[in-house]
């Protein structure tokens, strides 16, 4: 009798862990979702909309910048990677 009371009494614990897991991570979502509509509606490039133009709005005034920067290691990665294969060739 005490082994089943222990093991009933452990799952109903178990179901109140999960429960409570669940909780805290919808309340997180939920403070993560208005921390980004405020984000949002003090964005000067959107102004809330959630676009610039025809693009998504990621709120990052700056983002155009780590674009092209990114974007500019790739190419030089990949003139890097042409003149590697060719300098194979050549051997």
């Known amino acids: 009798m005490a082994c089943r009371d222990a093991r009933e009494w452990h799952e109903e614990w178990q179901r109140?862990?999960?429960?409570?897991?669940?909780?805290?991570?919808?309340?997180?979502?939920?403070?993560?979702?208005?921390?980004?509509?405020?984000e949002a509606h003090r964005c000067p490039l959107c102004q809330g909309r959630g676009y610039v133009g025809p693009r998504?709005?990621?709120?990052?005034?700056?983002?155009?910048?780590?674009?092209?920067?990114?974007?500019?290691?790739?190419r030089a990665e990949l003139v890097g990677a042409r003149r590697n294969a060719v300098q194979g060739e050549e051997e």
């Open 56 to 74: 998504v709005c990621h709120h990052r005034p700056d983002q155009d910048a780590i674009n092209a920067r990114g974007l500019e290691l790739v």
């Open 16 to 38: 109140r862990q999960v429960e409570a897991d669940r909780e805290a991570s919808s309340a997180e979502a939920h403070r993560r979702a208005e921390t980004e509509r405020a």
